[in-house]
């Protein structure tokens, strides 16, 4: 019983600690669009704000890979959360926009670290069979910090000022690195045998890397698909305002409403799952979860009003947290540990790419054709997509893949 509840204490830390970090991001994300807009009046330059994170991805993705590989993966979201703090705290102190994306640069390399290294630590700490219950119950928390991560923004922002509520939010990332402090160390090689970071070194981890794609392509196309829709949505996210208000002709309340509505649709769709998780199967929940999300999207792309648009945005909201607890799952499943690092850092870095490509390609698109056309197309695609990995989720000859325990 003693050692059952040991057991149950980690995760319930680490959940805490992402839920705290989570609930900073969307806080942070409040603020530096204020803080942006406030010193530039420009919308372009807070539109630039999508731009940083997959560019940085870019630049770095190439070797944080090998980096996190060889070193302890708990270390690098300690650092990865205090150096966030760090760089947070010092944006009011800012004494103009160049500085500020400055900071907001290293703030995506230390996001660009934090992200294979946690996927991989995730991995390590939970078992094979409480890894579909964990994410369901993460996603559960992540939802909810999208819904009360505006909302204690804006209330902080109200009450003090942006520059407090950054100070405020750089704590929040200070309480995540302590909660991973008491979390056990997984990683036992010895640190002085770790490669030096080198261009050979990481042409090496590179041909692993495509070594492990070509010999898992059934893993490889799962994943590779689901970024593929990611990039899509991405893509159509980055028009959402332009969409509502000019478009379908919403009003600021309007469209700050449905943004609330989707974030209540994800925290339902996650308390569902978290509940329920144990009654769905993870192809059940990939496959449901890509065909309903992309559903919810073409309900947008042909929207005409408030309540139609609320309504795809509903199912998109509910469905995603089946579609990312799963795929989360099953990658974890299915990738080596010991790789995982430089794995994810591959695949992100093409996800970057693409998704600057296509941000680009749609902004330019939309001003030759009608935007709902671009819309409506991009949903589409992204169905065509949908429907070929629901297909070879079910693949006969491919369940071994999608064992749970």
């Given at each position: 019983?003693?050692?059952?509840?040991?057991?149950?204490?980690?995760?319930?830390i680490l959940?805490?600690?992402?839920?705290?970090?989570?609930?900073?991001?969307?806080?942070?994300?409040?603020?530096?669009?204020?803080?942006?807009?406030?010193?530039?009046?420009?919308?372009?330059?807070?539109?630039?704000?999508?731009?940083?994170?997959?560019?940085?991805?870019i630049?770095?993705?190439?070797?944080?890979?090998?980096?996190?590989?060889?070193?302890?993966?708990?270390?690098?979201?300690?650092?990865?959360?205090?150096?966030?703090?760090?760089?947070?705290?010092?944006l009011?102190?800012?004494?103009?926009?160049?500085?500020?994306?400055?900071?907001l640069?290293?703030?995506?390399?230390a996001?660009?670290f934090?992200?294979?290294s946690?996927?991989?630590?995730?991995?390590?700490?939970?078992?094979?069979?409480?890894?579909?219950?964990?994410?369901?119950?993460?996603?559960?928390?992540?939802?909810?910090?999208f819904?009360?991560?505006p909302?204690v923004?804006?209330?902080?922002?109200?009450?003090?000022?942006?520059?407090?509520?950054?100070?405020?939010?750089?704590?929040?990332?200070?309480l995540?690195?302590?909660?991973?402090?008491?979390?056990?160390?997984?990683?036992?090689f010895?640190?002085?045998?770790?490669?030096?970071?080198?261009?050979?070194?990481?042409?090496?981890?590179?041909?692993?890397?495509?070594?492990?794609?070509?010999?898992?392509k059934?893993?490889?196309?799962?994943?590779?698909?689901?970024?593929?829709?990611?990039?899509?949505?991405?893509a159509m996210?980055a028009?959402?305002v332009?969409?509502?208000?000019?478009?379908?002709?919403?009003?600021?309340?309007d469209?700050?409403?449905?943004?609330?509505?989707?974030?209540?649709?994800?925290?339902?769709?996650?308390?569902?799952?978290s509940?329920?998780?144990?009654?769905?199967s993870?192809?059940?929940?990939?496959?449901i979860?890509?065909?309903?999300?992309?559903?919810?999207?073409?309900?947008?792309?042909?929207?005409?009003s408030?309540?139609?648009?609320?309504?795809?945005?509903?199912?998109?909201?509910?469905?995603?947290?089946f579609?990312?607890?799963?795929?989360?799952?099953?990658?974890?499943?299915?990738?080596?540990?010991?790789?995982?690092?430089?794995?994810?850092?591959?695949?992100?870095?093409?996800?970057?790419?693409?998704?600057?490509?296509?941000?680009?390609?749609?902004?330019?698109?939309?001003?030759?054709?009608?935007?709902?056309?671009?819309?409506?197309t991009?949903?589409?695609?992204?169905l065509?997509?949908?429907?070929?990995?629901?297909?070879?989720?079910?693949?006969?000859?491919?369940?071994?893949y999608?064992?749970?325990?």
């Open positions: 019983m003693k050692q059952q509840l040991h057991n149950w204490k980690q995760p319930i959940l805490t600690s992402v839920g705290i970090a989570s609930l900073g991001d969307f806080i942070y994300l409040v603020a530096i669009n204020i803080l942006v807009f406030q010193m530039t009046g420009s919308a372009a330059a807070v539109a630039a704000l999508w731009i940083i994170g997959p560019l940085v991805n630049l770095t993705k190439f070797w944080t890979g090998s980096f996190i590989d060889y070193r302890s993966k708990r270390k690098i979201m300690i650092v990865t959360y205090l150096a966030r703090a760090f760089f947070i705290f010092c009011p102190f800012a004494p103009n926009i160049a500085f500020v994306y400055i900071l640069i290293f703030l995506s390399i996001k660009s934090f992200s294979p946690s996927m991989t630590y995730i991995t390590q700490l939970i078992p094979k069979n409480k890894r579909k219950r964990y994410n369901s119950i993460q996603s559960f928390t992540t939802s909810g910090a819904i009360l991560g909302a923004g804006g209330f902080l922002i109200l009450i003090s000022s942006v520059n407090m509520t950054f100070v405020i939010n750089a704590v929040f990332f200070i995540a690195a302590i909660l991973l402090s008491f979390l056990p160390e997984k990683d036992t010895d640190k002085n045998a770790a490669p030096k970071l080198s261009i050979s070194q990481i042409k090496k981890d590179w041909d692993v890397v495509m070594v492990f794609v070509q010999d898992k059934y893993v490889a196309f799962i994943y590779l698909s689901f970024l593929a829709t990611t990039i899509f949505s991405f996210d028009q959402e332009v969409f509502a208000q000019q478009v379908v002709g919403l009003s600021e309340v469209y700050t409403l449905l943004i609330s509505i989707t974030g209540v649709g994800s925290i339902a769709g996650a308390l569902t799952l509940v329920f998780s144990h009654k769905f993870l192809r059940y929940m990939v496959a979860g890509i065909i309903m999300q992309t559903v919810g999207y073409i309900v947008y792309a042909f929207s005409w408030f309540a139609s648009i609320a309504f795809g945005f509903t199912i998109l909201g509910f469905f995603l947290t579609l990312n607890a799963g795929i989360l799952t099953f990658y974890q499943n299915n990738v080596p540990s010991a790789l995982m690092g430089r794995v994810t850092s591959v695949f992100q870095l093409l996800q970057s790419a693409m998704q600057i490509i296509f941000v680009l390609a749609v902004g330019v698109t939309a001003d030759i054709i009608p935007l709902r056309t671009t819309i409506v991009l949903a589409f695609a992204m065509a997509i949908a429907v070929c990995m629901a297909v070879g989720v079910f693949l006969s000859n491919r369940k071994n999608w064992q749970e325990g």
